[in-house]
């Protein structure tokens, strides 16, 4: 069974900056592509960033693109999300996604195994 546990979330200056991680395991990381996806108060989740198995290739939301950086080490078995230049807009509950396959995806039926979430706050 593969678990996903998030850390890093808080709350930070509008301006500021915040890494996120994500915690994976139950089968072999590197084989299966992740993401990140957002929730914010009354609205439906939305997709972030992914990246492919061997982290080569990278697709992000064009409300993060130039800001948001998603990485990760497939040795630690640890997923990143780095939040630069955030605005009061990026608040909301941000969720790791571990992919059914090798590839990227900004589909969230295209993941089957979820973390439980860590809240970023962004103050004006």
């Known amino acids: 069974q593969v678990q996903l546990v998030e850390s890093g979330g808080g709350e930070v200056q509008a301006g500021g900056s915040l890494r996120l991680s994500c915690a994976a395991s139950?089968?072999?990381?590197?084989?299966?592509?992740m993401g990140w996806f957002r929730q914010a108060p009354g609205k439906e989740r939305e997709f972030v960033a992914t990246?492919?198995?061997?982290?080569?290739?990278?697709y992000y939301a064009d409300s993060v693109k130039g800001r948001f950086i998603i990485s990760r080490d497939n040795a630690k078995n640890t997923l990143y999300l780095r939040m630069n230049s955030l605005k009061p807009e990026d608040t909301a509950v941000y969720y790791c996604?571990?992919?059914?396959?090798?590839?990227?995806?900004?589909?969230?039926?295209?993941?089957?195994?979820w973390g439980q979430g860590t809240q970023v706050t962004v103050s004006s």
């Open positions: 996604a571990a992919g059914r396959n090798y590839y990227t995806s900004s589909t969230s039926s295209e993941y089957g195994y």
């Open positions: 139950g089968r072999t990381f590197s084989y299966y592509g």
């Open positions: 990246i492919n198995g061997n982290g080569a290739r990278t």
